[in-house]
Every structure is written in structure tokens, then in C-alpha cells.
């Protein structure tokens, strides 16, 4: 679980001591930043499983659940400061009426929706709390909006990311029966461009192999306390849990040798 920053100079603090108390010289942002980055991270923290842990490395997903960890709030969390502007916009919008525009509950906005999913694990059935926030849906044309802040120079070609789609589908799965999904847009916000990228659904049976599978895998590792494989992709290095990582690969490395 996060549960403070970690300063430049290596201290470890909680997040109230940096907001109220920081000893540094120089803050490394100006408070504003460090707090929103604070709302975005402590917002929710749901019981059960979430799509976010299913979708990243399971690796990644396994020490957040079991260790409490510090991270730098510059190289590690200012994306948690943009996702709390763009979350500022999309619960502010369905309510703007001073223009004279009413949407009349036309849109679900930024709402966590659950259901139970049934993994096996050996012989043994085990019943899940599986949980997914989604971003926007618009009940008119049945769309599925995910919103997600990029750098400036990632190029247009790259899109979509591929747990992107992941995490969309697996959204859109949570949404039905109650919500039929016809369309899925991804949303990348940078700060000179907005890229929209459309999404095929995929079929709802293919998405449940896929989430008791991750949570089959997920489940068995928090429960006997076995790190799981990691999937390595461009983000590792970004990791707040690079170096532990690291070492266990190293280890692994080193007994398979034996």
C-alpha cells in the first residue's frame, strides 16, 4: 500500500508530514502538486481485487497489496497529479449548468461497479470481489469513455496502449448486464494534443477467461506468499518497486542455476 513520498534526499515521510511539515529547504513541488497527487492516490482503495491489478504486471500488483512502500512524488507520481486534474474535469461537467445545458443523467460518471467472479485454483473454487471504476459512459450512444494522460512526445502510432485495451474491455464487462457497450474510445490527454482512439469490444466470454486467469494467478501468489512472474514493459523503469524486483530475478536466476 502507498503511504508516503520519498523525498529527494531519500527520506521517507508520510504524506501528512510532507503537506504540513516538510524539513527541506526547497519543496520538490509546489503544495498544490503534492496534494493532488495525494487525492488521486488515497481516493478509493477497494476491497477485493481491481481491474488496475489484473491488468499490470502481477508482479507490481503483488508488492503493492503486501508491502507498504514509499514512492518519489516527481519521477514516480506526478502522473497521479495529472489523472487528479483530468478526474477535476469529469466530475465537474455533468453538473455545469450556469451555460443553460442540462445532460439529465444521460452520462455515468466516474462510478465503481463490482461483480463476484469464481477462479479455480487446483480443486478448490474460490469466490472473488472483483472491482472497476470507469471513467465516463454515455448512455445515449452506448459509449465506454476511458481517459488517460500521456507525455507530449509519445507518438500517435504507439496508440492505444496495449493494457489499455485491456483494462477498457475488462470495464466493459462490468458494466453489463446494466450498461450495454457498443463502443470504446480512449481518451489521451497530453498537454499539446487529444488523441481519441476507437476500440472493437471483444466478446464478454473471451474477457472472463482472461480476468479469472490474472485473478487465478493473483490470488494463489497473495495467498501463499509467492512473488508471481513480471511482466517487463516500458513502464519498469518508472517502477517503485524496480530494485526489489531486480533482486528476485537475480536470485531466481541464481538457484535455477543450481
Keep these: 500500500m502507498l503511504v508516503g513520498f520519498e523525498c529527494p534526499n531519500g527520506q521517507k515521510i508520510s504524506f501528512k508530514e510532507c503537506l504540513q511539515n516538510c524539513t527541506q529547504q526547497k519543496r520538490c513541488l509546489p503544495v498544490p502538486m503534492p496534494v493532488g497527487i495525494v487525492r488521486y492516490a488515497l481516493e478509493e482503495r477497494p476491497n477485493g481485487y481491481t481491474v488496475t491489478q489484473i491488468s499490470q504486471c502481477l508482479r507490481k500488483s503483488y508488492f503493492?497489496?503486501?508491502?507498504?512502500?514509499?514512492?518519489?512524488?516527481?519521477?514516480?507520481?506526478?502522473?497521479?497529479?495529472?489523472?487528479?486534474?483530468?478526474?477535476?474535469?469529469?466530475?465537474?461537467?455533468?453538473?455545469?449548468?450556469?451555460?443553460?445545458?442540462?445532460?439529465?443523467?444521460?452520462?455515468?460518471?466516474?462510478?465503481?461497479?463490482y461483480?463476484?467472479?469464481?477462479?479455480?485454483?487446483?480443486?478448490?473454487?474460490?469466490?472473488?470481489?472483483?472491482?472497476?471504476?470507469?471513467?465516463?459512459?454515455?448512455?445515449?450512444?452506448?459509449?465506454?469513455?476511458?481517459?488517460?494522460?500521456?507525455?507530449?512526445?509519445?507518438?500517435?502510432?504507439?496508440?492505444?496502449?496495449?493494457?489499455?485495451?485491456?483494462?477498457?474491455?475488462?470495464?466493459?464487462?462490468?458494466?453489463?448486464?446494466?450498461?450495454?457497450?457498443e463502443r470504446i474510445v480512449v481518451v489521451y490527454v497530453a498537454m499539446n494534443n487529444v488523441y481519441e482512439v476507437e476500440l472493437e469490444p471483444k466478446q464478454y466470454d473471451d474477457i472472463l477467461d482472461f480476468i479469472r486467469d490474472q485473478l487465478a494467478k493473483l490470488h494463489y501468489a497473495v495467498a501463499q506468499n509467492i512473488v508471481p512472474e513480471a511482466t517487463p514493459n516500458g513502464f519498469c523503469k518508472m517502477c517503485m518497486f524496480k530494485q526489489k524486483c531486480t533482486e528476485i530475478e537475480k536470485l531466481t536466476k541464481k538457484f535455477s542455476n543450481l
Design 64 to 113: 503493492e497489496i503486501k508491502y507498504n512502500y514509499y514512492a518519489n512524488p516527481k519521477e514516480q507520481l506526478f502522473f497521479a497529479y495529472r489523472g487528479n486534474v483530468i478526474h477535476s474535469i469529469l466530475s465537474d461537467f455533468d453538473t455545469f449548468r450556469e451555460s443553460g445545458v442540462y445532460y439529465n443523467g444521460r452520462f455515468v460518471i466516474e462510478k465503481r461497479f
Design 115 to 181: 461483480k463476484p467472479i469464481e477462479i479455480v485454483i487446483g480443486q478448490k473454487k474460490h469466490l472473488l470481489r472483483f472491482s472497476g471504476k470507469i471513467d465516463i459512459y454515455d448512455s445515449h450512444t452506448k459509449t465506454l469513455y476511458d481517459y488517460k494522460t500521456i507525455s507530449d512526445f509519445v507518438k500517435q502510432d504507439l496508440l492505444p496502449r496495449p493494457h489499455h485495451v485491456v483494462q477498457t474491455n475488462i470495464y466493459s464487462y462490468l458494466l453489463s448486464p446494466t450498461y450495454k457497450v
